[in-house]
């Protein structure tokens, strides 16, 4: 197979990325499982946008403190700049938020000095990303492969020529690409508790580890302060930020507060793991009674009837909540328009780093950063578009991932490790 470009996942990144390319251009996106199956469908809260000029100042602040002022001024200016742009684009695709009348309405979480968060309903991710979804199995231009898993590039010295990669019956093929864009998302099917989905193993980390394409901040991890605590097995079910941003609030197992919950999340995760250790428990509580019964039904119906169905009604009783891995502020390094250190190779998404985060990421900021970079990634590949010299197929030799997923597994955590350590 061969492609003029070839975008690996289909979360917001890919998809939106794929969009952002004119219909003369063949794109070809792969995905690791369904297409649904994605961390952009699960995000809550919902995507932060600039209100008005008058909020610029607050915005990049906030952004900048929640990230411990580790992060790169130039994209988080870039990030905020495109924001109209990009929510322009969402509601031309039918991307519907929250109104209050003809005017959008706007949502507050952690960290953030003012509400400049749109949102629909506790499923703002799943709104986008199947908009976008629709729209681009609409185009003649992009064809989408469902359950095929990327474990090699194929590279030549420093230049991408696609990828290699296998179906669910484990039959392996080699795609090459004039351009290859890694959109894989975050780390979470790493850890033993996580709010991503198991198969978001940083695969395109663990290739760009392999071929020495430069990363950036690997040890920065977000842990997300509450997800809902459950012996069983699987992804960990989050409570959004948003729940405490209208007001819920955190105990103790005395019933006490203990933490300003709306401290970034860094510190509110801390702030919680000590207070489990002084009482020696498993979680804490969060309490929704400050919240009016009407807008947890309404705001936040689908973390109402998940807390229902696990046996807790969080309009009459707290819930119990534990801090989980959540997000992946660093990965693999690009510039300003999403380009890598190898040629032809692009990153989005949540896999990139182009240090919009720094070392903590504020609520909101990902769906919004992971559209922007991925637009710009498809405006300075077509800027600069021109045609592979060598376009052959490989030999393609499945016995070399035989184990690939252990291999790539203790080569991500190993690098984490060593980063982490580089530090100390
Ligand atoms: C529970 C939850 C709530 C969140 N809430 C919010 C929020 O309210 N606001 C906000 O801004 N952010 C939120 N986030 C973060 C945000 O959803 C993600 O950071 C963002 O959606 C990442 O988008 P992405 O396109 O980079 O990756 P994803 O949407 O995760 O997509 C990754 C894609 O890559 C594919 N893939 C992975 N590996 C391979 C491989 N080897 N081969 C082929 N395909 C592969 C996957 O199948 C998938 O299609 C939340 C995250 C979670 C988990």
Redesign the pocket.
């Known amino acids: 197979m061969n492609t003029d470009i070839l975008i690996?996942?289909?979360?917001?990144?890919?998809l939106y990325c794929a969009l952002n390319f004119p219909e003369n251009r063949n794109i070809l996106i792969?995905?690791?499982?369904i297409a649904r199956?994605?961390?952009?469908y699960?995000?809550?809260?919902?995507?932060c946008v600039l209100r008005d000029e008058d909020d610029y100042k607050a915005f990049f602040e906030d952004t900048m403190k929640a990230g411990h002022y580790e992060n790169n001024p130039e994209s988080v200016d870039i990030m905020i700049r495109s924001s109209q742009g990009v929510i322009e684009d969402l509601v031309s695709f039918g991307v519907r938020f929250e109104k209050n009348g003809e005017a959008f309405n706007y949502t507050r979480e952690g960290a953030h000095s003012a509400p400049r968060i749109l949102f629909h309903e506790d499923e703002?991710?799943k709104e986008i990303t199947s908009h976008l979804l629709e729209t681009a199995r609409k185009r003649k231009n992009i064809t989408l492969i469902e359950n095929?898993?990327?474990v090699d590039l194929i590279c030549d010295d420093n230049e991408c020529r696609g990828i290699i990669?296998h179906d669910e019956n484990g039959d392996f093929n080699a795609i090459t690409a004039n351009y290859t864009v890694l959109?894989?998302?975050?780390i979470g099917g790493l850890f033993e508790h996580s709010?991503?989905y198991r198969?978001?193993t940083g695969?395109a980390l663990a290739l760009a580890i392999k071929y020495g394409v430069k990363l950036q901040h690997i040890d920065y991890i977000q842990i997300h302060p509450t997800t809902l605590f459950t012996k069983k097995d699987g992804r960990e079910f989050?409570i959004?930020e948003s729940v405490r941003g209208e007001g819920a609030i955190l105990l103790n197992s005395k019933g006490e507060r203990f933490v300003n919950e709306l401290l970034p999340r860094d510190k509110v995760s801390k702030a919680i793991f000590a207070e489990m250790e002084k009482e020696g428990t498993e979680h804490v509580w969060l309490s929704l009674a400050p919240i009016p019964e009407e807008e947890i039904k309404t705001h936040f119906p689908n973390i109402y009837q998940r807390c229902l169905d696990e046996g807790y009604d969080v309009t009459k009783e707290p819930i119990p909540v534990v801090p989980s891995q959540?997000?992946f502020m660093g990965g693999i390094d690009v510039n300003g328009f999403s380009k890598t250190s190898m040629d032809r190779l692009y990153a989005v998404?949540?896999?990139a780093c182009n240090g919009v985060h720094g070392r903590n990421r504020l609520a909101?900021?990902?769906?919004?950063e992971?559209l922007v970079f991925a637009k710009r990634a498809a405006s300075d590949i077509n800027l600069n578009y021109n045609s592979l010299k060598d376009d052959s197929l490989p030999e393609v030799k499945p016995e070399k991932y035989e184990n690939y997923k252990e291999e790539y597994k203790e080569l991500i955590l190993r690098s984490i490790e060593e980063e982490k350590q580089s530090h100390e």
């Open positions: 690996v996942g289909c979360g917001v990144a890919g792969v995905t690791k499982n199956k994605s961390d952009s699960l995000a809550q809260g919902g995507i703002t991710g095929f898993t990327m990669g959109a894989t998302g975050g709010t991503n198969h978001l695969d989050l959004s959540h997000y998404g949540e896999t909101s900021n990902s769906l919004l992971s």
